[in-house]
């Protein structure tokens, strides 16, 4: 199993990036994928997560991100706007049949992440 995360960078605030989460390994339209962060000295947090008939967003991010998959492609997208210095984090993608579970961070499979810095 392979959750390959990718599209982090440096963005100044207000900016924009989308983040890519390609999957492999399992059966990609069985299963929620989601987004989980961690930033030193902050607890993680379970930023967002889709299955094909739902969808899930924090309130710290909730109108500014924006999460869709391709099952097609295996692949799950982030898009963030109006990025804020507290989004900076090194972002996780999470894979788990049950939705729930990777709402809060418990998700069968963890993929590597992605370090989002946002600074002027």
């Known amino acids: 199993v392979q959750l390959q995360a990718s599209g982090g960078g440096l963005v100044q605030p207000g900016g924009s990036l989308r983040l890519s989460c390609k999957a492999s390994?399992?059966?990609?339209?069985?299963?929620?994928i989601g987004w989980v962060r961690q930033a030193p000295g902050k607890e993680r947090e379970g930023v967002s997560c889709?299955?094909?008939?739902?969808?899930y967003y924090a309130d710290s991010v909730r109108g500014r991100f924006t999460i869709s998959r391709d099952n097609a492609k295996n692949t799950v997208y982030l898009q963030m706007n109006s990025l804020k210095p507290d989004d900076a984090a090194v972002y996780y993608c999470?894979?788990?049949?049950?939705?729930?579970?990777?709402?809060?961070?418990?998700?069968?499979?963890w993929g590597q992440g992605t370090q989002v810095t946002v600074s002027s």
């Open positions: 999470a894979a788990d049949q049950v939705f729930h579970n990777v709402v809060v961070m418990t998700p069968e499979y």
């Open positions: 390994g399992f059966t990609f339209d069985d299963y929620a």
């Open positions: 889709i299955t094909d008939g739902d969808t």
